[in-house]
């Protein structure tokens, strides 16, 4: 089948390209409009997540029992938007810690995390007023191999022996490793990623689970700004609009003679529309 | 200055990418994002200069408070040791000259990659082969029965090893599997990819915006 394009300034580009390009501006039209509107102060309603509700309780857990928090930022490296994403969830979580006066220990798998983990610590405690409690050794670059960084960090549990254990961030094999050393350390642990085979390891061995897009909603949901929570809301209402697509592919796929009157009507298929060039 | 600076570089580069995506390959656009890639790499490798550095004062400081001196004695031996050989054989796989070899490479290698391939390799394979065993006592604990979802997940885990062993098709278990792995499991995975997906997108559009600012450290 050939792929139904469009020619502009002397160049041809596939038509799903296009219809991409229109549906990113849509949704970024959304994102906005509800950004301005938090701005202006109108409320928001965020559905509770278990995960992130949790995060004050297992903060609070290691103050009263003495004990750092271990704060895992992913094995990604930076250019990764989960490992982004963990950085922002990590400064709201070195934020709380300092509060209660609680170290945060964070082990790096990446050279260029560590600075901008220690960076992103050390501000923190400033901003939680507490600047001198920042401890640099606590934020570690452990090493860069898989298993060399996760015997790190399981030597770390099983030493420090820290309450809590957050791991936020891109996960592959180690992501057991982890989570099981953990539970026999006896330490409450959230986890949360984006990497669709870790999930169930984290859901068996974790108390709280993050899937997917809650990940990146954390930061939104952990600091409560207005224009953080708009930008939620917005990329729930471009879901909307993507279910309803999804939702006419459905019922052109199982409906032939529709989808047949539709290429007859405009040249093309429905489902043409959003097919890329291999 | 010291965040608005970051924030335009963000953004000029956020948009440069989202556009270069839309334009076709060979275009000024498109070159440029791949040199911008390949900085990206560039910048990594002064990093590790501050990750080992890293790694040395937080070792030196426990080993003088004498916490686990013995371990953070082997950790620089072998920091060093092999920081050494690097330098000294450099990184081709093979040695170059016979009398580099000291008879206790096999295949002749360069010492650098005879402790990669004999000391660091093996000691990953141990790491993940501790995995079968977690594996076993996470699942254990994910399939006691205690409430209906957890009765569906153990039913369905049930069907699906049986439809991996050889009399599968003999009870009909391979068919019914095939159907889980390819209807509700991809079906559930979508959902969470296009989840996945939304946030990334709203995540880089904030990051591009300046509305997700945190990532710069505070206002202090």
Redesign the interface.
Known sequence: MDLISFVTIG?T?PAA?LVM?IL?LL??SF??YY?RQAKRGKELYVRPIAGLSAMNEAVGRATEMGRPVLYVPGIA?M?D?QT??S??IL??VA?LAASYDTRTIVP?G???I???AE??V???F??AGR?EAFNK?D????S?????F??GVTGIML?EKPATNIYMGAFW?ES??L???GFLAGAIQIAGT?N?SQ???F???CDYTL???????A?AYL?REP??LG??K??DT??LL?GALILIGVILANIPALDDKLESAFGFHFADLFIFPK | MRRTVPLVITFIAGVAMIVSFFVNDGTVLSVASSKVKEWGIIIAGFAVVLGTGNIVRVTLHKAKRGEDRPFKIVLLVCLFATMFLGLFFGIDKEIRSTWMNFGMFEREYNPFYWIYFNIQLPLGATMFSLLVFYITSAAYRAFRVRSIEAGILLTTAVIVMLGQIPISSAIGADKVMAWIMVVPNVAAKRAIFMGAAMGIASMSLKIILGIERSYLGGDS
Do not use: C, H
């Open positions: 160049e580009y390209k390009g990113m949704f970024f994102v906005l950004t490296d250019d938007i982004i994403a950085v922002v400064s709201e934020k790096t990446k050279p260029i560590f600075p901008v960076e992103t050390r501000n923190a400033a901003d600047p050794d934020v570690r670059f452990l860069d191999d898989q298993f060399a996760t015997a030493r094999a057991l490793i989570a099981e050393t984006a669709v999930l169930p390891f859901v068996a061995a899937i997917g897009e809650e990940l990146y909603a930061s600091s224009q953080l930008s939620l917005g990329s471009a879901k993507w």
